[in-house]
């Protein structure tokens, strides 16, 4: 078994603040993402990374940096908080076999809001 | 596009009622479709998944069986309890090689004891 860990747990910012969450997984898996969840909007796929060194964008990038400089963690930068924003953010890993039947597995999120 | 619908946005039962959440699904190909429960303050966690058409999945008593014909893949539970109280969500993984998951808007299931 291994285990996803996201720092911090509750994020508070203010507009235009750069902010950046961090993700840390010991599964060992090569493919790593990062989802927004919006209540009312499911969860979108910001920006993900089939190994280190890698990243792709997912449908919701703008606004986004990433970095994946080890195999294990995954950043994400918010590169500037928007009024009144609410939102999770969710990482998730998953060992890249099959792209169509490969599982990901999630940590427990990131709260943002912005003042 | 690729795209998974739950039409159902709350669900309250009581303890011991049976359990049907709906999801259809749209897309090119014959996907593997998932449920994920996600428990306040927590990360979606993998219920089930199947992978081939026709094929049901089981976990937890929780069951899902995958109709390639009516493109639907819905949840259904015998007996709930209230520790079943939760979001569900169907998803999918989209075409394409990004492994990207496609979630439904997800079902929050209230159960009073």
């Known amino acids: 078994g291994g285990i996803i860990t996201q720092t911090p747990k509750f994020l508070i910012g203010q507009e235009g603040q750069k902010l950046t969450l961090k993700c840390q997984q010991n599964?060992?898996?090569?493919?790593m993402y990062w989802y927004r969840q919006d209540s009312g909007k499911g969860l979108r796929l910001i920006y993900y990374?089939?190994?280190?060194?890698?990243?792709q964008k997912g449908d919701l990038s703008e606004g986004y940096d990433a970095s994946r400089e080890k195999k294990s963690s995954f950043s994400l930068t918010v590169t500037s908080a928007q009024k009144n924003e609410m939102a999770v953010f969710l990482c998730?890993?998953?060992?890249?076999?099959?792209?169509?039947?490969?599982?990901?597995?999630f940590g427990p999120g990131t709260r943002l809001l912005v003042l | 596009g690729d795209s998974v619908t739950q039409k159902q946005g709350q669900v309250t039962l009581s303890e011991d009622d049976f359990l049907f959440i709906n999801c259809t699904y749209s897309?090119?190909?014959?996907?593997?479709l998932f449920w994920y429960v996600q428990y306040p303050g927590q990360g979606p966690q993998l219920l089930l998944k199947?992978?081939?058409?026709?094929n049901k999945g089981i976990s937890r008593g929780f069951e899902a069986t995958y109709d390639k014909g009516t493109t639907s893949f819905h949840l259904q539970k015998a007996s709930v309890q209230e520790s079943d109280s939760a979001v569900y969500f169907c998803?999918?993984?989209?075409?394409?090689?990004?492994?990207?998951?496609?979630f439904g808007l997800g079902t929050t299931l209230q159960v009073q004891p």
């Open positions: 998730a890993s998953s060992i890249h076999r099959d792209w169509g039947k490969d599982t990901q597995y």
């Open positions: 990374s089939i190994t280190e060194n890698d990243l």
């Open positions: 199947v992978t081939t058409a026709n």
């Open positions: 998803a999918l993984v989209s075409t394409g090689n990004t492994g990207k998951l496609i």
């Open positions: 897309t090119t190909t014959y996907p593997t």
């Open positions: 599964f060992n898996h090569d493919t």
